[in-house]
C-alpha cells in the first residue's frame, strides 16, 4: 500500500515537473515589455534622425529626405528636407494629437480623428501609424501565437474601449537579435491588408536595429513605401518645450 502510494505522488510530481517545463518559455516571455521594447527601439528615451523615403503608387514615384527627432514615446518632430518644393513641411506629435505645418500657406492644421486613417506624407504609413504604434502595449490584448527556435509570433487584438485602425495585428520577432522581422496588419474584417517588412540589420551604438522597413499594401501589389535611416542618434538633451507649436513652425 505504502509503495503504491509513493509510486502515485512520483507520477504526480513527474508530470508537474513536465508541465512547468513545458510551460515556462511562455511565462518567461513578458510579451507586453517585448512588444514596447520593438515599437520603441527607433527612440528610446530621446533620439535625432536622419532618413529617406521612397513612395511608389500606380501614378508617381517621389522621394523625401527628413530629419527627426523624439521623446520617449509621446513626443515626435518630423521635417522634410528634400525636394525643395517641400522643404519645412512638418509633423508634430504630441501624446495622441497629430499636427501638420505647411510653409507655403504658412499654416497649422491639427489631424481630426477622421483623418487618423488617412496616408502621412503620402506614403504608405498612416497618421494613425505615428500616434499609436508607440501604444500597441496599452491599446491591444497581446499573446504568444507561436515560438519556434528562431522566432516570436505575437498577436494583437484591440481592447474593447480602444479606438484604432486595425483589427488586429501580428508581429513576428527575430530572437538573436531581438529585432522584427514582418509586422502583418488586418482590417476589421481580419483581412491582412498590409506588411511591414524590416531589414538590414545594423549595430548603432548599444541598439541592433533594422535600418530599412518596407510598406507593402497588399490591395496595391505594385505600391510600396522604403523608409531607410541613414543617422540615428539617442539620448539627447531634449524636453517637452522642444516639441510645440511654435518649433513646429520654424525653418
Not at 515599437?39 to 513612395?55: C, K, L, N, P, W
Not at 522566432?151 to 487584438?157: A, D, K, P, S, W
Request: aromatic content about 8%; glycine content about 2%.
Amino acid at each position: 500500500m505504502i509503495l503504491r502510494v509513493t509510486k502515485r505522488i512520483h507520477k504526480v510530481l513527474f508530470l508537474s515537473t513536465l508541465l512547468l517545463t513545458l510551460a515556462s518559455p511562455a511565462l518567461a516571455l513578458d510579451v507586453q515589455l517585448l512588444i514596447r521594447e520593438i515599437e520603441q527601439q527607433y527612440m528610446g528615451t530621446s533620439s535625432r534622425a536622419r532618413t529617406t523615403m521612397q513612395v511608389k503608387t500606380a501614378h508617381w514615384e517621389r522621394t523625401m529626405e527628413m530629419q527627426a527627432w523624439s521623446l520617449g514615446r509621446d513626443y515626435f518632430l518630423v521635417r522634410i528636407i528634400e525636394p525643395a518644393k517641400e522643404r519645412d513641411v512638418a509633423t508634430l506629435k504630441r501624446n495622441r494629437e497629430v499636427w501638420n505645418y505647411l510653409p507655403k500657406v504658412d499654416r497649422i492644421i491639427k489631424v481630426p480623428p477622421s483623418m487618423m486613417g488617412g496616408s502621412w506624407m503620402g506614403s504608405h504609413i498612416t497618421n494613425d501609424d505615428l500616434v499609436k504604434a508607440n501604444h500597441v502595449d496599452e491599446d491591444y490584448n497581446l499573446r504568444l501565437l507561436d515560438e519556434t527556435a528562431v522566432h516570436y509570433v505575437i498577436e494583437c487584438l484591440p481592447k474593447a474601449e480602444a479606438a484604432v485602425v486595425w483589427g488586429k495585428i501580428v508581429y513576428r520577432i527575430r530572437k538573436d537579435p531581438r529585432v522584427p522581422e514582418q509586422v502583418d496588419y488586418y482590417d476589421e474584417e481580419m483581412v491582412r491588408v498590409r506588411e511591414t517588412h524590416f531589414d538590414d540589420i545594423q549595430q548603432i551604438g548599444e541598439r541592433i536595429i533594422p535600418l530599412r522597413l518596407t510598406v507593402l499594401p497588399l490591395e496595391k501589389p505594385d505600391e510600396m513605401t522604403i523608409l531607410r535611416y541613414h543617422e540615428l542618434v539617442y539620448d539627447l538633451p531634449l524636453d517637452e518645450n522642444f516639441f510645440s507649436l511654435r518649433n513646429l513652425k520654424q525653418r
